[in-house]
């Protein structure tokens, strides 16, 4: 079974730029979260789509911003690019089954340079 | 409110001696613990997951860690360290029940002497 794909693997951006990442979950798989990584702020949070709908939103401004298909693939946004946006991303797919321990498997990340 | 705390940021070890990473919780709901490895370049990777079940959880490569409720830690553990297991250590803390938000620890890296 195919593990979870992003897509780009590297991107530079320009400041006051936006930008599209996405993220392709396990097969199967109903949830989608989104991590921002940092060497000041570590792992945080975004936010997580189930079934088409943000599920859940962790504490960042509203310039990021996120979807998900019906096939549970998933896309962020981040507008209005800032030099503090550069940050690897990571996208997590677990399969969201009802009164489950729901394990997350993690993609290989984007890596954003803003400049 | 759920927060986690790794106690070392840096650990060092020898090649054949154990490995101990140290990690506290705090939750006001019954937490679900995981501990995860990041190698250089690469994604997380999990290592284990606590479950009600049991206390102490086995995971890959020889990885287990004990949950302990009244000194609400979670530490990570090795018999006997391997080069491979040099990487950054994260301990999470999630909400059980389905709540797909997940804490993570501000890592812990482990460097493995030969």
């Known amino acids: 079974k195919a593990g979870v794909t992003q897509t780009p693997r590297y991107l530079i951006k320009t400041r006051g730029q936006q930008v599209t990442l996405s993220c392709s979950p396990i097969s199967g798989h109903r949830s989608v979260s989104w991590y921002q990584q940092t060497p000041g702020q570590g792992l945080q949070f975004l936010f997580e789509y189930f079934s088409e709908t943000q599920r859940n939103k962790g504490n960042f401004p509203g310039r990021f911003s996120g979807r998900q298909f019906s096939n549970s693939r998933s896309e962020m946004n981040v507008s209005t690019l800032e030099l503090g946006d550069s940050a690897l991303y990571l996208c997590a797919s677990s399969l969201a089954v009802a009164g489950s321990l729901d394990e997350q498997y993690f993609g290989p990340g984007t890596r954003l340079t803003v400049t | 409110a759920q927060s986690v705390t790794q106690l070392d940021s840096h650990v060092s070890v020898s090649e054949g001696t154990p490995v101990l990473l140290r990690c506290n919780y705090s939750s006001s709901y019954s937490p679900s613990l995981f501990w995860y490895v990041q190698h250089p370049n690469k994604g997380l990777q999990l290592l284990l997951k606590?479950?009600?079940?049991?206390?102490l959880v086995k995971g890959i490569n020889g990885f287990e860690a004990e949950f302990k409720k009244s000194e609400t830690s979670f530490h990570l553990t090795k018999p006997s360290a391997h080069m491979s297991d040099a990487a950054e250590y994260f301990c999470?803390?999630?909400?059980?029940?389905?709540?797909?938000?997940?804490?993570f620890g501000a890592g812990t890296r482990l460097a493995v002497h030969p």
């Open positions: 999470v803390v999630s909400r059980s029940g389905g709540y797909n938000k997940l804490i």
């Open positions: 606590y479950t009600s079940a049991a206390t």
